[in-house]
T-cell receptor
Framework: GAGVSQSPRYKVAKRGQDVALRCDPI?????LFWYQQALGQGPEFLTY????????KSGLPSDRFFAERPEGSVSTLKIQRTQQEDSAVYLC??????????????FGPGTRLLVL | GNSVTQMEGPVTLSEEAFLTINCTYT??????LFWYVQYPGEGLQLLLK?????DKGSNKGFEATYRKETTSFHLEKGSVQVSDSAVYFC???????????FGQGTILTVHP
């Protein structure tokens, strides 16, 4: 079946521009996560949705970052007034959402954002 | 807080060599532990996992044992192949809903 998809795969933005990154999770997956991966580092948690509810946004680095999942499926991560330090790969992951510690997360290919 | 520390890379091995990538963690409670792998040009994918002390996760010839006494989850493979060249990430999930904490990743290159 189809995995997690993300678009665009690459995005170049000028500093100060707004960007929107899209994630299509696996159908039927309740949980959705966004992570930020800087070059040469491991992914860092940004935010978590259970269906349409954003239950944890503790990892969002500033109020310029905003995420939504209005119908409990597709999610969008928006970054306003982009800065050079926002350059990173943004990963989306989804899981069944049954609340088990060992539950597997399925990752998308990521969106590589470069802010000039 | 929760954290994961992996051995620094890159690691370069010849085909059929033995592999160990060290991973230690700090966490409250009893987290689940994971190894994820990222092959060139591909997304992160789960390699193996363990949910409680002394559990051994295994997949594709890789193994890791959850050692609570040493807070470790070292990845091992007895005989690596060129196709194992990738970036390996150790991660933990301390909470029920899956907020993963990752290590910094270890680049593995296997030469023929």
């Amino acid at each position: 079946g189809a995995g997690v998809s993300q678009s665009p795969r690459y995005k170049v933005a000028k500093r100060g521009q707004d960007v929107a990154l899209r994630c299509d999770p696996i159908s039927g997956h309740v949980s959705l996560f966004w992570y930020q991966q800087a070059l040469g580092q491991g992914p860092e948690f940004l935010t978590y949705f259970q269906n349409e509810a954003q239950l944890d946004k503790s990892g969002l680095p500033s109020d310029r970052f905003f995420a939504e999942r209005p119908e409990g499926s597709v999610s969008t991560l928006k970054i306003q007034r982009t800065q050079q330090e926002d350059s990173a790969v943004y990963l989306c992951a989804s899981s069944l959402g049954r609340g088990r510690l060992e539950e597997t997360q399925y990752f998308g290919p990521g969106t590589r954002l470069l802010v000039l | 807080g929760n954290s994961v520390t992996q051995m620094e890379g890159p690691v370069t091995l010849s085909e059929e060599a033995f592999l160990t990538i060290n991973c230690t963690y700090t966490a409250t409670g009893y987290p689940s532990l994971f190894w994820y792998v990222q092959y060139p040009g591909e997304g992160l994918q789960l390699l193996l996992k363990a949910t409680k002390a002394d559990d051994k996760g295994s997949n594709k010839g890789f193994e890791a044992t959850y050692r609570k006494e040493t807070t470790s989850f070292h990845l091992e493979k007895g005989s690596v192949q060129v196709s194992d060249s990738a970036v390996y990430f150790c991660a933990l999930n301390p909470l029920g809903y899956g907020k993963l904490t990752f290590g910094q990743g270890t680049i593995l290159t296997v030469h023929p």
